[in-house]
């Protein structure tokens, strides 16, 4: 059975600093894809970032980027220079790609940046 | 491009009442998602359509949600009888194969 975890309900961090967003995933397919998603007040979901697991390298975009650890099955957000309209949800979620794409997601992570 | 469409934007209900929910996808995404989010809780798939067939429903409460796209384009979700634990976010969302998901704004359900 493939399962998303997020072990932070919640986190506080002040403007500027780097944040790092935990997420863990179980799955017995050899190839998947790792997503992150932001979910502000206004409750629309957005894309912020993919990972295959045959990509070789961290995937990046902006200021975000993903610490993927295939042998630990960790994939980290890491925020880097948070801002304030960083406040949000964020959703880890995962696709093995023998289901269809069928995609998963974990229970979230709510982040408050502090000015 | 324009973005997935849902509507309505809220809906209030009365329980045992019935409501549906309308989904148009981004153009040209064949798979087409509907998940349930309850408050505080991440998105729970409900029922994944690839073109006008359904993938995954396994999740879907049958006796009493209902789903269909035809044509493969436009999509409805039902809801007969609604119960108060349906109160939620109703998210839909469109994909290119194994591409990340567009959601549209959602509908949010109260039920009374």
């Known amino acids: 059975a493939q399962k998303i975890t997020q072990t932070q309900p919640g986190m506080f961090v002040q403007e500027k600093e780097a944040v790092t967003l935990d997420c863990t995933y179980d799955t017995s397919d050899p190839s998947y894809g790792l997503f992150w998603y932001k979910q502000p007040s206004s409750g629309e979901m957005i894309f912020l970032i993919y990972q295959g697991s045959y990509d070789q390298q961290n995937a990046t975009e902006g200021r975000y980027s993903l610490n993927f650890q295939k042998a630990r099955k960790s994939a980290n957000l890491v925020i880097s220079a948070s801002q304030l309209g960083d406040s949000a949800m964020y959703f880890c979620a995962m696709s093995p790609y023998s289901s269809a794409s069928k995609i998963i997601f974990g229970s979230g992570t709510r982040l408050s940046i502090r000015p | ?112």
């Open chain 2, 1 to 112: 491009e324009a973005g997935v469409a849902q509507s309505p934007r809220y809906k209030i209900i009365e329980k045992r009442q019935s409501v549906a929910f309308w989904c148009n996808p981004i153009s040209g995404h064949a798979t087409l998602y509907w998940y349930q989010q309850i408050l505080g809780q991440g998105p729970k798939l409900l029922i994944q359509f690839q073109n006008n067939g359904v993938v995954d429903d396994s999740q879907l409460p049958k006796d009493r949600f209902s789903a269909e796209r035809l044509k493969g384009v436009d999509s409805t979700l039902k809801i007969q009888p609604a119960k108060l634990e349906d109160s939620a976010v109703y998210l839909c969302a469109s994909s290119l194969d194994r591409s990340p998901l567009h959601f549209g704004n959602g509908t949010r359900l109260t039920v009374t």
